[in-house]
Structure formats: structure tokens, C-alpha cells
């Protein structure tokens, strides 16, 4: 996994996240989509409509920084990018930009998440921390279930 901590690069208010899976590529594009309630907040409190254009909000659990989240998608990809415009009270209540790509491997599937629009440097700290979570919590997840469909 790599960070580009902004700590250490003043000059871009991006953070970025790479790890690979041995799960497909399906799986993952389901995990940040369709179960990204599952993982990330309260599937009961979750409003979400898988298609571009649309918001939603999520209750994240305090582990993910708590409080009320909310997003659109600007653009899905099935199965390689997921685009979104992000709000989240724990990282300063600004609008932010997330890239998900995923692509096949050899093994399975990688995965890299650009986190932008943190201009203040705790709140790149805070995306850094959660989106490694992320990447721990989505593993074990992801290797022992299998995407609703």
C-alpha cells in the first residue's frame, strides 16, 4: 500500500491509497458501491441509488470517522471506476473528490483510491488513516463473502 501523505508533499491535497486482492474485480467494484453501507456505516441509516448523479448520505460508524456522510456518484465504471463527490463531517464538512480504479492482476484484482479537495493537513491525515481501515476491513471482508447480487 502507498500513502502520499500530504504531511510530507505540501504542494497536493490528494491522498492515495494502492493495495492488491486475490478478490476479482466485481467483488470490489460491489464493495464500494452496493456494500459500501455494509462496511463503512449503518445499512439502515444508508440512502443510496447505484447510478450517476444521485446523493445519498451515510451514518459511518465511529470507526470511520462517525458522524453523517454524504456523496454522489459522478461516475460508475461496472467493475473498473467509481467516481464520487464526498462529504464527511470527520474530515472537515468540504467537498471532496474520490477515484476508485480497479483492474485485474494476475492474482486477483488492484485497487487505487485518490482521495481529493483536503486542503487542511489533519484532514489528510484522518482520509490517510481511514482509507488504510478501509483497506484492512475491505480484505477480510471481501476474501470471506461474496457480493449480493
Known sequence: ??????????????VLTE???TAACGHLYWAFTEGLGDWLGDPSS????????VAFCIDAKPEWGGGAHYARFVDLRQD???????????????ESDVVIEIWPT???????IAHAGLPDPAARAMAARL????HRTLEAIIVSSQPRR
Open 106 to 112: 494476475a492474482r486477483g484484482s488492484a485497487v487505487s
Open 80 to 94: 473498473r471506476r467509481i467516481e464520487m463527490k464526498w462529504i464527511g463531517e470527520s474530515l472537515g464538512g468540504v
Open 19 to 21: 493495495w492488491s486482492t
Open 131 to 134: 482509507w488504510d481501515g478501509a
Open 1 to 14: 500500500m502507498k500513502f502520499v501523505n500530504a504531511e510530507r508533499d505540501t504542494r497536493h491535497d490528494v
Open 46 to 53: 444508508m440512502s443510496m441509488a447505484i447510478e450517476a448523479g
